[in-house]
């Protein structure tokens, strides 16, 4: 190989062999920042999982306070139903007594008209026959 050969193939690879240096460097540089940000990132990925459970706690505690609240409510809305069933049932006591009275109170009313009628038919036909003696006996 030619001397001049040589020589431009050293100062290339020399540059080459540089730039693997440099990137070395870097590499190592990354390394050492990772290296160094670790405990960081470390810190605060504990710090984040602190009060995620933080708030999963005081969330559980609020989801089960409103759940309490609903159950009171919850009971109060059956004891009315319960209230309001009890009433109905006892207004239809009350109409089912009301309506046998009334029903009793017409066929009263009715017998008696019965009775009325009866009577005026026979003070009719008493009357229907007075009138024909004193018609006769003109």
């Known amino acids: 190989m ?3 050969l040589a020589d431009f193939l050293d100062r290339r690879f020399d540059g080459i062999d540089e730039r693997f240096r440099q ?7 990354v390394d050492q920042s990772l290296a160094e940000g670790r ?5 605060l990925v ?3 999982r602190q009060h995620a459970e ?9 989801v089960d306070m409103v759940a309490e609240e609903l159950r009171g409510d919850l009971r109060a809305i059956a004891e009315n139903q319960l209230n309001l069933t009890r009433q109905i049932q006892e207004m239809r006591r009350e109409h089912e007594a009301a309506q046998r009275d009334v ?3 017409i066929k009263s009313s009715h017998a008696e008209l019965n009775r009325w009628l ?3 038919e026979s003070v009719t036909v008493d009357l229907d026959a007075r009138v024909g003696r004193l ?3 003109r």
């Open 2 to 4: 030619d001397r001049e």
């Open 23 to 29: 990137v070395d460097r870097r590499f190592g540089d």
């Open 39 to 43: 405990p960081h990132t470390e810190t």
């Open 46 to 48: 504990a710090e984040a």
């Open 54 to 62: 933080a708030l999963a706690l005081a969330t559980r505690r609020h």
């Open 103 to 105: 029903l009793a109170a």
């Open 118 to 120: 009866t009577r005026l």
């Open 135 to 137: 018609e006769s006996g």
